[in-house]
């Protein structure tokens, strides 16, 4: 005798949790991929900067006041923040290697550091 045939409807996942999600399942045809990024005109179309009174300061009049915030200490040698200052060569320095540094130059090349700076100054 054969054994009786049972019909039962099975439902499967569409995709096993285990399994990597293929790339056209995840992002289906004309689909952005990741994050959209505007052009400077889309942002301009879409903000309407025409209505903005004409000295405020937006995307389209690129003027804006002076920062009211100090300027950032760079040092002079590595090009890091620089919380120390040399008090002989009036350079900036980041860390101990870098004073190490400073004070083994000889003036001429002090000089030219400062000179980059804007604070050039005859040491004696």
Known sequence: MEPEVIEAELV?????SF?????????PKGQSRG????????????ENYQ????DEPNYV?????????PCKKICDITGYEAPYS???TNLRYA???VFKLIRSLPNEYVQRYLAQRNAAVVLK
């Open 12 to 16: 499967l996942p569409t995709h096993l």
């Open 19 to 27: 399994k990597r999600v293929q790339m056209y399942e995840k992002y």
């Open 35 to 46: 994050r959209h990024w505007k052009h400077l005109r889309q942002i301009i179309q879409a």
């Open 51 to 54: 209505n903005f009174p004409p």
């Open 61 to 69: 009049n690129i003027e804006s006041p002076p920062s009211m915030h």
């Open 86 to 88: 040399d008090p002989r």
């Open 95 to 97: 860390n101990a290697e």
